[in-house]
């Protein structure tokens, strides 16, 4: 694809839509944007636009098209794939003054939003109406990017990913036109799901302007355990008991050893230095949960187990999990981490799990090992020097072997990060011929290509 340098006529033509003091082609502000929470390439656009109303993000994708301009959007920079790294350059939209929440239907568990407001923003909000949004990817993203990414995170298990807690999108198209997809009602079996098209498409069919969401009571209770096991194989089993005993965790989550030792390091958490599973329950029936949680651990033979009730109690607990990566930014300074994300069949944990553990064995790196197990989604973090070319190098082909092992596990290169940069090279192993319906698609939808470029596709 080629694409129209952008030009001072250019400039000229984007300040009428959105004025000068919303226009930057400053080097400060284009490297703000060269690059997110990953290690992928930096590239600067050419110029930052700060939109505040759908109708200017319509002016300005329908002039871009027309001058075959790439157009990328930015939310709060937290991905970690590369995703709103623009690639080739052009126009990159910042969504973050469009950040309202427009309308919260209490009496519908819906709330009307902007694409730039923010996870904890618009839970704080919420609160007062005793309702939340439950994705948790971890990260204080906006709404729009969450909705791009399909973001999902600790809270799946229970509450679903992102698409599952959408009901609506405003989107603008390619071309600038403006489309309603979804609808306010929670089912609807009219036409085709252009809701879920748009949701985990990256930026690159169409830019989300608004967005209906599906929201929860806020719980009331609060119960966590955490439990060390002697091996994977009991810890997903234990995960498998707790699931099929319809116990309904809203978290289960997986450290391993060298995880707890980490945290003990940083934060004298005093943790059994093995493999454990932290659970967490919601709601009326707390108590019974835990015990009977405890009870599977017990029978599964866990060798320590600890229990909190209460929100501060259980927030102790959860430190085990929610400062992992801040704590190995601490214990190794001036470090890289390379963050593998990939899922399978719970069934396949430990398999994926032991995969990692004799790749970093065999390789000489420190990997450490967490995710959400209730879902089979694992995390490993990587330490690594990026200024040296041929640690990198291997750091790089082993997150291959990986997410290639992962596919053959009958999984997915990607749980919860997005394709972006990083995942494209597996696109075609994962999909097969359904790859070509996906560029059908995109070719549809944008025919010059100008939407988030480089991105989910292999050039």
């Known amino acids: 694809m080629t ?4 030009t001072d006529s250019h400039l000229d033509a984007l300040r009428q839509i959105v004025g000068a003091d919303r226009l930057s082609t400053r080097s400060a502000d284009l490297d703000l944007h060269a690059r997110d929470q990953s290690f992928h390439e ?3 656009p050419d110029v930052v636009l700060w939109p505040e109303t ?3 993000v319509s002016a300005i994708v329908s002039f871009a098209n027309a001058q075959r301009i790439p ?19 052009g126009i990159l939209l910042d969504f973050t003054r469009m950040n309202k929440v427009l309308n919260v239907r209490a009496e519908d568990f819906q709330v009307d939003v902007q694409p730039g407001v923010t996870r904890i923003e618009l839970n704080k909000q919420l609160a007062r109406f005793g309702l939340f949004f439950p994705p948790d990817p971890g990260a204080d993203a906006t709404i729009g990017g969450m909705v791009a990414n399909n973001s999902s995170g600790i809270k799946t298990i229970k509450y ?5 807690n959408v009901l609506r999108l405003e989107v603008v198209k390619a071309d600038g036109e403006v489309i309603q997809v979804g609808s306010r009602a929670r089912k609807d079996s009219s036409g085709y799901d252009l809701l879920h098209l748009f949701v985990g498409s990256e930026g690159t069919l169409g830019l989300i302007t608004e967005a209906t969401l599906k929201l929860r009571p806020l719980p009331d209770k609060f119960s966590a355990v955490l439990a060390a096991f002697p091996d994977i194989e009991s810890v997903i089993q234990t995960v498998v008991d707790i699931v099929g005993m319809g116990l309904d965790p809203s978290a289960l989550e997986f450290l391993d050893s060298e995880t707890a030792h980490a945290l003990n390091l940083d934060k004298n958490l005093g943790l059994v230095e093995a493999p454990h599973v932290l659970m967490e329950f919601n709601g009326s029936s707390d108590a019974d949960g835990v015990a009977e949680a405890r009870s599977i651990c017990e029978a599964n033979g866990a060798t320590d187990i600890r229990t909190a009730t209460g929100q501060e109690e259980r927030n102790k607990l959860w430190q085990a999990r929610h400062h992992t990566y801040e704590t190995l930014l601490r214990l190794h300074p001036g470090k890289a981490q390379q963050i593998v994300d990939v899922c399978v069949p719970i069934s396949h944990y430990p398999e994926i799990v032991a995969f990692c553990a ?22 490993m973090n990587i330490i690594y020097d990026q200024s040296n070319p041929a640690e990198f190098a291997l750091v790089k082909s082993v997150n291959a072997l990986i997410v290639e092992h992962a596919i053959d596990l009958e999984g997915t290169s990607t749980g919860e990060h ?4 990083g995942k494209r090279t597996f696109a075609l192993k994962q999909h097969g011929a359904a790859i070509n319906t996906m560029r059908l698609i995109k070719n549809t939808l944008d025919p010059n290509g100008i939407l988030n470029p480089g991105k989910i596709f292999l050039d």
């Open 3 to 6: 694409y129209t340098p952008l």
């Open 418 to 421: 997005g394709t972006g940069i």
């Open 42 to 44: 930096p590239r600067p």
């Open 54 to 56: 759908t109708a200017e």
């Open 71 to 89: 157009v990328t959007a930015w939310g709060a920079g937290s991905s970690l794939e590369g995703n709103p790294i623009p690639v080739h350059g």
């Open 160 to 164: 679903g990913a992102t698409k599952d």
């Open 358 to 379: 004799q790749l970093m064995a065999e390789k000489q790196l420190l990997g450490y090992k967490f995710g959400h197990a209730g879902d089979g989604n694992l995390h």
